[in-house]
């Protein structure tokens, strides 16, 4: 039996938490499918109104409330992405309500437990992923309470955005910066949370504030990242440094689009500013990520090796083209997008489990 972290649980309740995670993955995909005509089989009608939280709420918050389990050590921990995958699945209910109480429930829990951690640890990294459980709990509360996607979407981009940037700020992988840049990232996560507000009561003001936020926390971040020098690498190190470049470019396209077009939600616009932050943006850094956060979830070595790129380059590709289609308004360039973008997920999840096989035999 593996070990575990004091007060932690071992593989035996780790990976039945991530296949729960991935079982909202495989639905937020085949509903992303069927938005773009793509004929998928989905277990319930009309849950393809759910893409959204199934991929932010059910993947990626039972994702992240795993990695945070996993870190502080306690088991009371695992009981986030227990609730965020169990709310994941209740979406296929007839009412979203059953998902949305456990998405309320992991996702408040989720910001007590790293206010509690902020608490104990005054940083940067603490205060900033305290922020983004926050806006998550925020907008989940919000969509319970009747609030349109329009309004609760800006909240759990809050929530990605900023967690990914505590993350960077965590691993101590970017720059020390000045007292001016210092004040400069405070007044962007402001600003960034400043839009997600005004988008309760105004939805295009919201989302143009919030564009420019984003626009203005990618360049800071590629200022500040130290993956403009290890970018230049050879190997994992470089690998690593081009996913996040890449990331951060499509965090400031998706952010120039909300301060155009963009901020009408529910338009083509929209939805290509979405997809460039979403998932040009979140999914470049889970590429880059992974060989770092898979070993210490599951305790299974991701070694490098060259096919990293494949499900990389399929990523941007895709994700070109959906904005592309997106702003031409062409819907078989939006399908073509569409399409490769469920490509570049699977190419991922297939490169990762090859890595973990190439890492055991190396063992063996």
Known sequence: MSAAAPGGFGLAVRLPLLVLGFASLVLGVGTGLARVGIAFPLPAPGLAAWHGPLMVCGFFGTVIGLERAVALGARWAYAVPLLAGAGGLALNAATPAPAQWLLVAASVLLAVESAAICAR?????????????????????????????????????????????????????????????????????????????????????????????????AAWLGMQDIARRTARDPGLTGYIGRSLLSGYVWLAIGGALLLGPGAAYGGFAWDAAAHAILLGFVFSMVFGHAPVIVPAIARANVPYHWSFYVPLALLHSSVALRVAGDLAGSAALRTGGGTFNAIAILAFIVSTIAAIARGKLAQA
């Open 121 to 217: 640890q005054r940083a940067w990294f603490t205060f900033t992923l305290a922020l983004g459980a926050a806006s998550w709990a925020v907008g989940n509360l919000a969509w319970l309470a009747g609030a349109s996607l329009a309004a609760v979407v800006p909240w759990w981009i809050a929530f990605l955005v900023l967690t990914i940037a505590g993350e960077r700020l965590e691993l101590a992988r970017l720059l020390p910066p000045s007292p001016s840049r210092k004040t400069l990232f405070a007044l962007v996560v402001a600003a960034l949370l400043g839009g997600a507000v005004l988008g309760v009561v105004h939805s295009e003001i919201g989302s143009r504030v919030l564009g420019a936020a984003l626009f203005a926390l």
